[in-house]
């Protein structure tokens, strides 16, 4: 491939204006073009001069249709997001500004509802609270609090999000009224029986991930980006996701999620946005499908409230016993 490269290079040379030039001035390859000229056409500089004997030998008829060729290639070559880009330094790019777009939110509280639905339909309930505080120079911290059924009230899932490193996890079991810590390893597992793991559940940071900008195409009434990006923990269940954000937004649309032997293992969509404090984007509708049992999971948000009285001590362990 290095050939069409140089050609192409040397083809562009030429469409600049070139004067005739004493044979005296150009090199010998392009004099022995033109044996029997005092004047040749001649630019003398690199690749230009080159350029200039390629095109006197070739027939006219070889030129254009090459000339079509390197259009079409170049046209194809041409990096869609931007020209100076790598695909990896524009997925970092996008995922950064989507992460940038939502900081500053302080804190909010929501709740959900978590429907859990097997692969013949059957579902099941759980009513849920979420306190969610940002934390400068680190993760978000989060508490999911559960309140029916009766079977799981009072369980409480507290995350201490991570950039760097891999999130820190306890799960809070009332029957048992004691803490359990979620190691890093145990990650990948189910969260309370859903197709949602405890991995899911942490703060999505850019540093945790490598990303690679893939192409642009429609997505529902949207046009999305689509990106790659690939778990840099060893830990994680997934070997890599492929995620679709609008261009408009960069909100996430839908994320596909592949396991450690690279089948589609889940998909999560996104749906319902609202904004709140006219900048803060939120989906009312996940749902989290497994391909492999043909489960899924659907948690639907409302109440959204931002700028509550929540600080740092409702983010302990200690608080974790303490919710009603």
Same mark, same amino acid.
């Given at each position: 491939m290095a050939v069409p490269g140089q050609m192409v290079r040397r083809v562009a040379g030429i469409v600049l204006p070139c004067p005739n030039r004493p044979r005296s001035r150009c090199g010998p390859l392009t004099a022995r073009a033109f044996p029997s000229s005092s004047y040749v056409p001649c630019c003398g500089h690199g690749d230009r001069q080159e350029a200039t004997v390629i095109r006197a030998s070739l027939p006219r008829s070889i030129l254009a249709s090459f000339g079509i060729l390197v259009a079409? &290639? +170049?046209? +194809?070559? %041409? #990096? #869609?997001?931007?020209?100076? !880009?790598?695909?990896e330094e524009a997925g970092i790019r996008i995922a950064t500004e989507a992460r940038e777009r939502q900081q500053g939110f302080g804190n909010f509280t929501s709740?959900?509802? /978590?429907?859990? *639905?097997?692969? *013949?339909g059957? %579902? =099941?309930n759980r009513e849920m609270r979420l306190k969610v505080m940002e934390v400068a120079d680190d993760g978000d911290r989060s508490v999911f609090v559960f309140d029916r059924p009766r079977d799981v009230k009072g369980t409480a899932f507290l995350v201490h999000a991570h950039k760097g490193e891999p999130d820190d996890q306890w799960l809070y079991l009332p029957a048992l009224k004691r803490v359990k810590r979620i190691s890093s390893a145990n990650q990948s597992g189910s969260f309370m029986g859903s197709e949602f793991s405890y991995e899911d559940l942490g703060a999505v940071e850019v540093e945790k991930f490598t990303h690679r900008y893939l192409r642009d195409e429609p997505c529902g009434e949207f046009q999305c980006h689509v990106l790659e990006r690939i #778990?840099? =923990? !060893?830990? =994680?269940?997934? =070997? *890599?996701q492929v995620i679709w954000l609008d261009k408009d937004e960069l909100r996430s649309m839908q994320i596909q999620y592949f396991d450690r032997r690279e089948e589609h &293992?889940?998909? /999560?969509? /996104? %749906?319902?946005?609202?904004?709140y404090l006219d900048r803060f984007w939120r989906s009312s509708k996940i749902t989290m499908t497994n391909h492999l049992t043909g489960k899924s999971t659907v948690l639907v948000w409302s109440d959204y409230a931002f700028g509550t009285d929540l600080d740092a001590r409702d983010f302990t362990r200690t608080a974790l016993q303490r919710v009603r």
């Open positions: 079409i &290639f +170049a046209w +194809a070559a %041409e #990096p #869609p997001v931007g020209q100076a !880009e790598t695909a709740n959900l509802i /978590m429907t859990l *639905r097997t692969k *013949r059957q %579902e =099941s #778990p840099v =923990s !060893e830990d =994680s269940g997934y =070997s *890599r &293992f889940k998909t /999560m969509v /996104m %749906e319902d946005y609202a904004q």
